[in-house]
């Protein structure tokens, strides 16, 4: 039975990195949602069949969180005026992450520490070889899956801007997001043990690169910052940490001096939104009491905080304060503190990029970080449960 599950569970890390939107109306969770959905008929199946009791503490939690989550779809009932079917999708929305988590429970229940680590580096090859071939036909042929019309490319490509390999992702939207997959398989890498751990790093920094992403580029540096401040003794610490905010501030310092040469830069249009979509923050005033706390619901709450009218508010902050409000916001922030606090020195390498590029572009709730973050708590207790036992 553990090899059956064992397999399941390598399959379903696979199909958890597979995003192509492009061929799915938009939809980069599509294979991912209804994989989740099929597997988790299969668990609740097996819980039946072999009468396999819930930890009451278990239990109780997912009673709070599905309680939670009607509250929610509730207040959005009323304030939003939702129609029945609206309410059952935004549900799903709360039920997709809580299938994940017990699809990944059920799977590693009997696996080892390895095994359990192994099913995300299948994560890993996937990620790559998407990865790859979405880089090679963002680059090759950026008409193919250019999102916007052909007047749109046409204009891009006479500006001669790095604009048309962006948006012709078949992954996701734009390759920002390819980048954020990115960051997350690096992470995994640095803090797992691999034969071609470092050849598989520069190949995934080579691909980072060609997603020209600056927001993740500032995501790597702080990445091999934490890397290179954990290797080094603390009088080396002191020196790199010196370096590191010297960098910070000579191109502060230059922009101060001499920002009329900037004016380019200032007028760039992705600069551009992401200043827009936190200065959209001040409208929180305008907004009711009952949708500040608890958001809009997730169809129209991205759309609250935005750059421009009908623009997503694709940065944490506005985004998850429009869909979710200040209780699912501070919700999320312990949510990552908690993640943090138990796998320790491991999270960083993934939560930093997480946060940092957040102020830029991200989805908060992607399948791929409930995946991994949970694969690895449970590689995490296996962990303490080995040294227990072998301090007996």
Known sequence: MSI?????????ASIMAIKLSFYFDGASRYISLRATIALSIFCFLFFIINKIKIQSRNLILAIIYISISFLFILVWSVSEEMIVTEQCKQLLEFIFPLLIIINVWTLTRNLS????????FYFVYVSLVLISVDTLIRLLMPSYAFKGNEGEFAIELARDTYYIYKYGSIMYLDSNYVAMQILLVI?????????????????????????????????LVAIFLLYVTRKVNKKSKTLVMGLYFTLILIPLIYFAVFHSEFNGLLVDQSLASKVTIFSSLKKITDIELVNLFFGSGFDIGGYIFSYKEGGYAHAFIPLVLGEIGLVGLISICIILFAVYVELKKDSPYILLPYVLCGFSLIYPYDSMYILIFFSMLIANKKCQKLECSNGK
């Open 187 to 219: 992470g995994l890498l640095i803090i797992n043990t691999h034969r071609y751990k470092k050849k598989l790093i520069l190949f995934s920094i080579l691909l980072l690169f060609l997603t020209f992403s600056r927001a993740a580029y500032i995501g």
């Open 4 to 12: 059956k599950f064992k397999t399941i569970y390598y399959a379903y």
């Open 113 to 120: 520490v390895e095994e359990t680590i192994k099913g995300l």
